[in-house]
């Protein structure tokens, strides 16, 4: 099967890839001046250069389970392309992702630092965390996800999506590496590039109660049972986000954890907090942002935090159920008890909905969504 010639253009120095017949390697080529998985820095071209291309393309598999442990990636570029029934894992961070023309797959990725591309596939499960998402001329495609910006779909139809839910002992220090937020996650907030007129929307939510494991199934073997790999709800490394859904209640409140070098992990003990004392509020958005002052008496109507934000990106948290405002206030006391950080909690739920409104109009326009 000979597949369409296919060249992925850019203009700053960026890999090209033509698409080939099947069971070929991929053509690579560069604009001058520029090298494969290119970078500026001169002390790891050597690197570089010893690189074998073909460990980074997952080409023609048909049938077969591939997986890639840490340490096998490091931050290149893969390419996963014209695979059929394949249970495909990544355990490793990931400098960009192109996944073309693979049917019925079932694929993990490891944190992305920059974007993921979809194009010509159908029928596919992926558990994704990237900085950008983007599939082109897909079908049936569903998808467990992290995105840093707002994920788009382009000439696709029946895509399904729900929050990003893994957990195993090497992810935290790979989001690091890939630069990405676990409290950044806009993986609802879809924006389709080609809707039809007067029919169904091209994209929908899994439910509420879809399992990770039904959809992509966890790799097993010695050196895989090491990893600790947990599909769970209450083990995600990854905050669970309500999204774009109904919200339960008409009642949220706005929580705020200010960096002081362990907002993150406070923010984190918060949520165990609420899952396990209080089920029935849930978090339905997160961001984390750096805020200047003036930013900051716009959003909590006070001087009270302005020097605050001068430390370090804050983490804002989104909580809603009924008397979410009170439940939130009463976990904040217990929680900074004997501690000196700093946590903002609505008072009302009157004043919480005009600083949730504040606070994620002013973290989306610094994002750029």
Known sequence: MTMTN????????????RRTTRGQTPEFSCFPGCIFFSTAADSRRDKRDKLNVEDFIIDGKKGETVVKHAGSVNG??????????CNIYVFDHIATVSVDDCVNCNIFLGPIKSSVFVRDC????LVVACQQFRTRDCFQIDTFLLCGTQPIIESSSRMKFACYRYA??????????????????????????TPV?????NFSFLPLDAKVEDFVPVPQG????????????????????????????????????????????????FLHMMRSQHPQCVLIQSKEVSMEPDNSRRVFASDSYANAVLQGPVIGLEMNGEGSVAICQAVVLDLMKGTTGLVFSSQSPQ???????????????????
Request: with cysteine; charged share 30%.
């Open 351 to 369: 004043s919480a909905e005009e600083q949730i409104e504040a606070f994620y109009n002013f973290a989306d326009m610094q994002m750029g969504i």
């Open 76 to 85: 290149e570029q893969i390419v996963v392309q014209n695979c059929e029934d």
């Open 122 to 125: 159908k029928q596919c499960r």
């Open 222 to 269: 010695e050196e895989l049972e090491t990893m600790k790999i947990s599909v769970s709800e209450e083990l995600s490394f990854v905050p669970q986000t309500w999204g774009k859904r109904r919200k339960p209640s008409h009642e949220s409140c706005l929580v705020v954890f200010f960096n002081d070098g362990g907002s993150s992990d406070r923010a984190a003990k």
């Open 6 to 17: 296919r060249k992925r253009s850019s203009s700053n120095g960026r890999l090209h890839m």
């Open 168 to 193: 195993y002992e090497q992810l935290d220090s790979q989001f690091k590496k890939a630069g990405l937020s676990v409290y950044n996650n806009n993986w609802s907030n879809i924006h389709d590039f």
């Open 197 to 201: 007129p007067g029919e169904d929307a």
